[in-house]
């Protein structure tokens, strides 16, 4: 069974920084890769995303320019680097995979557990 397995959440007070990491059971080739996350009483939405070769990277208008998504290929690994943290990116980050963007958003996605993220103001 395919799994993705996030880490690095946690506590971090507003303008601090985390880094979040998705270990993958598998490679997944010509994939496109990224996060989205949930908060309190919210629905899920789309942070960032970048594909296979990292030619193209996705961000959500609220993140771009404080947040970074990137891959490792070799290590079956994706990161997100967040810097400039705001209290309300304070949510559950999930990891996801895709054949496709669309696909990675819609029914064709593969998701993790998540992990907590919590910005204090």
């Known amino acids: 069974q395919v799994q993705l397995v996030e880490s690095g959440g946690g506590l971090v007070q507003a303008g601090g920084s985390l880094r979040l990491s998705c270990a993958a059971s598998r490679t997944f080739t010509r994939y496109t890769m990224g996060w989205f996350r949930q908060g309190s009483g919210k629905e899920r939405e789309f942070v960032a995303a970048?594909?296979?070769?990292?030619?193209?990277?996705y961000y959500a208008d609220s993140v771009k320019g404080r947040f970074t998504v990137s891959r490792d290929n070799i290590k079956n690994m994706v990161y997100l680097q967040m810097n400039s943290l705001k209290p309300e990116d304070t949510a559950v980050y999930y990891c996801?995979?895709?054949?496709?963007?669309?696909?990675?958003?819609?029914?064709?996605?593969?998701w993790g557990q998540g992990t907590q993220v919590t910005v204090s103001s």
């Open positions: 970048v594909t296979w070769s990292s030619e193209n990277t």
């Open positions: 996801a995979a895709g054949p496709t963007l669309a696909a990675m958003k819609g029914d064709l996605g593969i």
